[in-house]
């Protein structure tokens, strides 16, 4: 079939995005040969990270009494410290909590914002500034994040959810294959050759050579600093004894946050998004959050009224995976409209977006038999996130409550910034703004809804979610780390689950493939079996075979005492719950 001028372009352009991309699955790919594993059930509760130590940190808290909220702080803690390329205290994110007594929930918006002295055209004529050094640096939220839900929900000391994590940082852990890869790629880069990285090196080449997997690692700066939020609370950061020297550091390496910037921060905690998707809804973070984004998709495609029998066979499969790209097409055009909604009015389009109606309208504009060109599934200028070190994680406890949460420091060891005397690795989270005039390295264009402006956050990716029946029973809790693919990656891991009816291990495991318009190229794994890439090929969806680019991590609970929880094998990760009672 031959290929369409645009088309043609369209791969030259995924070539930056499917490079980038290529890294990233050096970190987190995963076989075609290795073996799914069988699920198993837990009766009580379950925690899915993407670090084994941190879901059985997380599953002892639950053990220990402790509330969903608890348990999710304490692996986000943990994750910081182990998984300290993808997420840590420096970077900010996304909860949304689930209270089965009230079935009410609730959404915790920590993302970082963009500091006062920050303007549109900052990184204009030098963009590398936006993602590394002190400018990149967004006024971290994560800690009065982490503090604000533990404050509503949470029931065991605020001191105890640290422990674990202290001793950790103080006895060493093991270096990962995804760590590992991590500091081999960036001491390539030339930051860890300047003095911004100087921080950085000091903790991954500590005898000036790269640390291997299995080498300890130990990050003794980080133990001191979170055993003062610890013993002095979350404002000790903001507004106490750690803040003058989080202020020197950002601004040592060149950056623009100021003490005022820290004091003034705030947690935003709304109403989650809530969607109707066939018996279970459906909640999420609104934006900037990719949350609805994630509620479109499967809103769009409910009215197929998938089965097991839609991927059935080969014919089957195509077709079906033929609707979910266009449905993520029409889907990343409407993220295009989206941004921080207190500077921007974005109501009407929020509204759009769950409106069932509108929803199979656009299901409607779906060809069995074709694709199209970018302009007919509407848009603005699409600019798309690059956060692919990010860290998602789930919790189910024993009395029913839930929590999804994601958290990122955006980029691989974020800014490259790590102060000696804390420990905080900072985010480049400014990098998430578009830019004037600027495409980023997928080929993806500036959004004007997303120029920064202070006091402003950045659009995600990130859509941690959950599903809950008629009866108010949980049934799916689900989030991926992955930059742009991370909505695709959660919206196809619950389809493979909740109507393929694929075991959560399969559901998970399934080879991936993402499309976000822009450029007009579906983007699948390594191990995607090349007839499906053939028969889409036939309905005009060009493939380009790129790593594996999100982790998923997913709680399912199938009825009540049987709980699945499964960590992507794509990050080597393991889920942990407990009394197990199903082989």
Known sequence: MALSQ???????????????????????????????????????????????????VGRNMLIKGGTAVDAAIATMICSGTVNLHSTGIGGGGFLVVYTKKTKMAKAYNFRETAPAMASENMFVGDNSKSSLGGLSVGIPGEVRGMHAAWKMHGKLPWKAL???????????????????????????????QQDVGKGLKELLQPNGTNLQIGDTMRRPALARTLRIIANEGAEAFYTGSLAPKIVNDIRSAGGIITAADLANY????????????????????????????????????????????????EEATVLTYHRIIEAFKFAYSSRSYLGDPKFIDIKSKIAEMLNPTFNANLRRKINDNRSFLPSYYGGNFLSATKNAGTSHMSVLAPNGDAVSVTSTVNLYFGSKVRSSTTGIIYNNEMDDFSTPGLVNAFGLRPSPANFIKP???????????????????????SGASGGSRITTATALVTMNHLWFHKALPEATKTPRFHNQVYPNVTLVERDFPQNLIDGLAKRGNACAKSGSGAVVQSISQLKAMMISAFSDLRKHSKAAGFFPSYP
Do not use: H, W
């Not at 990962?176 to 991590?182: E, L, Q, W, Y």
């Open 455 to 477: 006091g402003k956050r950045p659009l995600s990716s990130m859509s941690p979610s959950i599903f809950v029946d008629n009866m108010g029973m949980v049934k799916f809790i």
């Open 162 to 192: 640290f422990e674990p994590s202290i001793r950790l940082a103080e006895d060493g852990f093991k270096v990962s294959t995804p760590i590992s890869a991590a500091i081999n790629i960036s001491s390539t880069q030339k930051a860890m």
């Open 6 to 56: 645009s088309t043609r372009i369209a791969f030259l352009i995924v070539f930056a995005g499917a490079l980038v991309a290529g890294i990233i699955g050096l970190i987190i790919a995963v076989t075609g040969s290795a073996r799914t594993p069988p699920p198993k059930y837990f009766s009580e509760g379950a925690v899915a990270a993407d670090s084994p130590y941190c879901s059985v």
């Open 266 to 313: 705030k947690v935003s905690v709304t109403d989650p998004i809530k969607l109707k998707i066939g018996n279970l809804t459906m909640y999420s973070l609104p934006p900037p959050s990719s949350g609805i984004v994630l509620g479109q998709i499967l809103s769009i495609l409910e009215g197929y009224k998938f089965t097991n029998a839609s991927v059935a066979n």
